[in-house]
């Protein structure tokens, strides 16, 4: 499948499916996965946190797990395309030995096989992706095993779908912006994610370094380094914030691009379009995985192979 395809294909990867976990027995909720697989942590994190959920959520993007998970009131939930990531590997075989509750999120590999054997849930999703474009079908996984409704995930997904043209336009509007500069891309409380993931887009498909950094903590240091005007040409801004960000945040917004006016780095900024938290995450998410399509045709480079990563997967599986 070629990387347009993929890429297209990620409405139509969006799809409710019922799940009957009942999340209110949990103490906690660890959600494990690197790189592509570990972006559906975040997403859901925020997208759950925005939704009021008290129960005490942790990304974990490493070996083990944090030490609070301790016992089957903990969920465990170990996310990998490939099933073959040893860190989230090594956080399945060490909620097991802490006798967490584990579901899997996988398309097989040995994730699938250790789920099979120890009879832990594998939330199956098709093979032939590479794992950031399989972005749709873990999400809506793991959506579903957090409760969400059908009408909110379709809805979402009817909005990107509506919004299409304009989204992809949009995209390729932004790589010609932040062709030949370091893309910067600042976030706030509810697009921290969508920067990330859009930093891992602009690293992985266009082969280009790109940083994030998130308000308000960024007015306490990130700021300063705009002072050097000779380091500060060789970036290229971007702000991305959703209109239900508190509203001091809002503000700093603001303050942010009005202050990188008037240095005269005129940032490129982006609120999400949609009715729903969860529709205007997908729609930033998808604008900014066309700007990574279109910066790699720029650049001269085919999207897919992340040669570095696959190099280092092999010299440390050696060790
Ligand atoms: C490749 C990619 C990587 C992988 C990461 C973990 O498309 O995006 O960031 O996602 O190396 O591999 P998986 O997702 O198979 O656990």
């Known amino acids: 499948m070629s990387p347009e395809q993929m890429l297209k294909s990620f409405p139509d990867q969006l799809d409710?499916?019922?799940?009957?976990?009942?999340?209110?027995?949990?103490?906690?909720?660890?959600?494990?996965?690197?790189?592509g697989s570990g972006i559906v942590a975040d997403i859901a994190k925020s997208w759950m946190e925005h939704r009021g959920c008290k129960i005490p959520m942790i990304v974990h993007k490493g070996y083990?797990?944090?030490?609070?998970?301790?016992?089957?009131?903990?969920?465990?939930?170990?996310i990998s395309y490939s099933g073959n990531t040893e860190e989230t590997l090594s956080a399945f075989s060490e909620a097991l030995r802490r006798q967490a509750t584990v579901v899997c999120i996988s398309s097989g590999g040995k994730l699938g096989e250790l789920a099979g054997s120890n009879g832990v849930l594998n939330l199956e999703v098709p093979q032939g992706f590479v794992p950031r474009f399989a972005l749709g079908f873990m999400l809506s996984k793991l959506l579903c095993l957090l409760g969400i409704d059908r009408e909110e995930l379709e809805d979402a997904r009817e909005n990107l779908k509506s919004l299409y043209e304009n989204i992809k336009n949009k995209g390729e509007e932004i790589a010609q912006k932040l062709y030949s500069y370091i893309p910067v891309i600042y976030s706030t409380p509810l697009t921290e994610a969508i920067a990330y993931r859009w930093k891992s887009q602009l690293n992985e498909n266009a082969k280009t370094p790109a940083y994030t950094a998130t308000l308000p903590e960024m007015h306490h240091n990130e700021v300063?380094?705009?002072?050097?005007?000779?380091?500060?040409?060789?970036?290229?801004?971007?702000?991305?914030?959703?209109?239900?960000?508190?509203?001091?945040?809002r503000a700093r917004v603001d303050i942010t691009i009005k202050l990188l006016k008037d240095l005269g780095a005129v940032p490129v900024v982006l609120g999400g379009d949609g009715n729903s938290y969860l529709s205007r995450m997908f729609h930033l998410i998808h604008v900014g995985d066309w700007v990574s399509y279109y910066l790699a045709g720029k650049?001269?480079?085919?999207?897919?192979?992340t040669e570095t990563i696959d190099r280092i997967k092999r010299e440390i599986s050696k060790l």
Request: charged share 25%; aromatic share 12%; proline share 6%.
């Open 16 to 35: 409710w499916e019922k799940n009957d976990t009942d999340l209110s027995t949990y103490r906690t909720i660890t959600f494990c996965g690197m790189g």
């Open 64 to 78: 083990g797990l944090p030490n609070v998970v301790d016992g089957e009131e903990h969920l465990v939930v170990c």
């Open 224 to 249: 300063v380094g705009w002072e050097n005007a000779e380091l500060r040409n060789k970036l290229a801004f971007l702000v991305i914030f959703d209109p239900k960000d508190n509203d001091r945040v």
């Open 299 to 305: 650049y001269g480079f085919q999207p897919l192979p």
